[in-house]
């Protein structure tokens, strides 16, 4: 093979973070650009301009992964359902190959995400892995035995509707009660701190709050922590991974929810599942969709000499077409 570049791109609803990517992760030429209206065909457009000016910078890719943000069937390429970018049952793998002239993928940015942390992060060395990712909602994925679980339909990894609280606070995306969402989720903890009578523009001034002791923020930043370590403890008995990987901007926070998070969970989780679990933040930041985009790419069109992961078992994925 010529070339040892892919290039990972990550389709977020406000803007598109692209780079070429090496084997081991190293990132050159990153670009972010706004996400440009009008739909997936606009889209694939907008990547394959993006795509020729890093190639001219960074040298010849051989083929290209892209993370999306909405479900999607990773095997055929096609989104499964959208809300966000009018992409539904539109094979955007078919469209960024066209536009780009190169092998194209094409995963969940979540899973991606995921992914990423596996193969170049905080999980780089596990056999298995599961992220959780904090932001306005609780997204997440699964890592098993080197590949990406997508379940029946592409709807696996769903983490932030796993039950804490039958009957509990009501889910502000799937209206059910009692998801882990509505506790661990920036949109609902801001509510209910709001709620309380105190002002925080995110996360980040409940953190500090916390941090000073101040009671409505102890409050809602304990209960965070204590229904993650719930969580955790759930994913540890079904699933025994090697790591737990927790992202977003609040999983910098460190101590002050690392350490309810992981007592939670060694108390609620089975002895022989919890014990030598490590529960950590993420490591790529931001960065984790395009590099996810990136190792997907890799995996699916690398050779097997070149594929980050070519002791896992990932020979399944490489022979899938790439529509
Ligand atoms: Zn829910």
């Known amino acids: 093979m010529s070339s040892d570049l892919v290039l990972g791109i990550d389709v977020g609803g406000t803007a598109i973070k692209a780079a070429a990517v090496t084997r081991t992760g190293t990132m050159r030429e990153k670009r972010v650009v706004p996400t ?9 457009a907008c990547v394959a ?15 290209v992964g892209v993370g999306w943000p909405t479900p999607v069937d990773p095997q055929r390429g096609v ?5 966000k970018l009018g992409s539904a049952g539109v094979n955007v793998a078919a469209l960024i190959r066209r536009a780009t002239g190169l092998p194209a993928c094409i995963e969940n940015d979540a899973n991606a995400a995921a992914l990423a942390e596996y193969l170049y992060g905080a999980g780089r060395g596990a056999g298995s892995l599961v992220l959780l990712t904090l932001g306005t909602g609780v997204g997440g994925g699964i890592v098993l035995g080197g590949e990406v679980w997508h379940g029946r339909d592409g709807a696996a990894g769903e983490i932030g509707h796993i039950k804490v609280r039958p009957g509990g606070q009501r889910c502000l995306f799937c209206r059910r009660r009692g998801c882990l969402e509505a506790y661990a989720g920036a949109q609902a903890i801001l509510r209910r701190y709001r709620a309380a009578g105190r002002k925080a523009e995110g996360m980040k001034d409940i953190v500090s709050a916390a941090r000073r002791k101040e009671r409505p923020a102890v409050r809602v930043v304990s209960e965070m922590a204590e229904m993650l370590g719930m969580a955790v403890a ?16 609040v999983a910098r926070a460190g101590n002050i929810l690392f350490r309810p998070i992981r007592a939670a969970m060694a ?9 030598g679990l490590r529960v ?44």
């Open 267 to 275: 108390r609620e989780a089975l002895p022989n599942v919890s014990k």
């Open 234 to 249: 759930d994913l540890a008995n079904i699933l025994n991974p090697e790591i737990v990987v927790i992202g977003g901007g």
């Open 49 to 63: 301009g993006i795509a020729r000016d890093i190639q001219a910078k960074a040298g010849r890719a051989f083929a």
């Open 280 to 323: 950590v933040p993420a490591k790529l930041g931001n960065d984790a969709g395009l590099l996810g985009a990136a190792g997907c790419a890799w995996k699916r069109f690398g050779t097997s000499a070149s594929s980050p992961t070519s002791t896992t078992g990932n020979r399944r994925l490489r022979t899938a077409s790439s529509n």
């Open 36 to 44: 440009p209206g009008g739909g997936p065909k606009a889209i694939a």
């Open 79 to 83: 989104v499964l359902f959208d809300n």
